[in-house]
């Protein structure tokens, strides 16, 4: 049986983060077989009680992560923080800048006291005038005309998910690795800083450089200059919506003999892919009142064996019941402290073949306290005044 894919095995990562940018960058180094021991306050993560679309941000991110409660208000709590810290190889936060200096651990200090610790901050900003601005994932679309390309003109709108904070924290597990390779070289750590806006700012940088090369802001994606002549949504015999585009010539002739339209590959008006944008007006809707008149359980598989692009428009909760999804190793199940369990996708890549398993179970709010500390050589009254608890 082949060995699973750990290549951070044997490295502890100490996470003081709360919300999603932190955590995710956590959870991403976690299933990479890093040992993750994640501070929360006395009283738990106060992302724990969050409600609606709130409720999965913990459990989501903090997947396979040990919980350690400590009171850094407290010398004891501080003193605890620093013993794991001496003993960690990377240190995640995305506090305010001041916030952990007020807690006794300034990332400035820290790199003198533990030269070979990895500091990954995860902040709204980069330095620079902004960055003592509280930042939100929809703070940063607003900002970065994510918003502006995303809705249609005069109705700005963000994206459908916590994306800029998932990914941030994904450049932020990046960098670390990138810092690992080089402390093997040189047994030094480095601070590391990532931004949400500019996480966001490289998500637009796209449009930014169209702008950069012709001189035009291009319109929001909504009402975009079209490409191709067929990039659609279309609904079918039931009603149902799919998306369907046609960006080869092979594509565009193969619908056209699909949908019974082959008067359309001898129509002079459509002789080049230009012509075709340019009569999108009538074409289209012969093609929508075409697919309107299939069932696209019939003809999806058609137009997959045509190479021919095709989707239906779903929902998240769909995905529970995709066959792709489903398959073995696409979603990996998790046990909350409550007895409560969901599935949730792991690192969307595959080692050898295999698809990654790992996520882990979340643990209870300090639930890992006492066997965490306790091997740092701490008696159980050293644990109970670090944690706030009474002994």
């Known amino acids: 049986m082949e060995e699973a894919f750990s290549p951070l095995a044997g490295l502890r990562v100490i996470e003081m983060s709360h919300m999603i940018m932190g955590p995710s960058c956590g959870m991403f180094l976690g299933f990479l077989g890093a040992e993750v021991i994640k501070i929360e306050p006395p009283g738990g993560d106060k992302t724990r009680q969050l409600g609606g ?25 501080r003193d605890a923080l620093h013993r794991l810290l001496r003993e960690a190889d990377i240190f995640v936060e995305n506090f305010r800048d001041g916030a ?4 006794g651990v300034d990332p400035a200090q820290l790199r003198q006291r533990y030269p070979h610790l990895i500091i990954a901050s995860c902040k709204g900003f980069l330095s620079g005038p902004y960055q003592q601005r509280t930042a939100l994932d929809e703070v940063v679309q607003m900002m970065t005309g994510l918003a502006y390309m995303t809705g249609p003109k005069g109705r700005p709108l963000r994206v459908g998910s916590s994306a800029n904070d998932i990914m941030g924290g994904l450049f932020a597990a990046f960098s670390v690795l990138a810092a690992l390779l080089e402390r093997g070289q040189t047994g030094q750590g480095r601070a590391l800083r990532t931004g949400l806006f500019e996480n966001c700012l490289l998500l637009v940088a796209q449009h930014m450089v169209q702008y950069e090369l012709e001189g035009e802001n291009p319109p929001p994606m909504p009402e975009r200059e079209f490409s191709w002549p067929i990039y659609d949504i279309f609904t079918d015999v039931h009603g149902k919506p799919y998306f369907i585009g046609a960006v080869t010539e092979g594509h565009w002739a193969a619908i056209c003999l699909e949908l019974d339209l082959s008067v359309l590959l001898h129509d002079p008006r459509l002789a080049t892919r230009m012509d075709r944008i340019a009569a999108r007006h009538w074409t289209i809707p012969l093609v929508a009142r075409k697919i309107a008149q299939f069932d696209m359980a019939a003809l999806g598989p058609r137009l997959e064996s045509l190479g021919i692009p095709f989707a239906p428009v779903a929902k998240p909760c769909e ?34 073949g295999r698809p990654l398993d790992a996520a882990g179970d979340v643990a209870a709010p300090g639930q890992d306290t006492q066997a965490v500390l306790s091997a740092l050589g701490l008696s159980t009254e050293d644990i109970a005044r670090a944690s706030g608890c009474s002994a």
Not at 100 to 103: I, Q, Y
Not at 334 to 352: I, M, N, W
Request: charged share 20%; glycine share 10%; with cysteine.
């Open 53 to 77: 679309m709130g409720r999965p941000m913990f459990p989501l991110c903090n997947r396979g992560k040990r919980s350690v409660q400590l009171d850094l208000k407290s010398p004891a709590g």
């Open 100 to 103: 952990l200096a007020a807690a």
């Open 319 to 352: 995905m529970y019941a995709d066959p792709h999804v489903t398959r073995p190793g696409g979603l990996v199940r998790s046990q909350c402290a409550d007895g409560s369990s969901f599935r949730a996708p792991t690192l969307p890549f595959e080692v050898d």
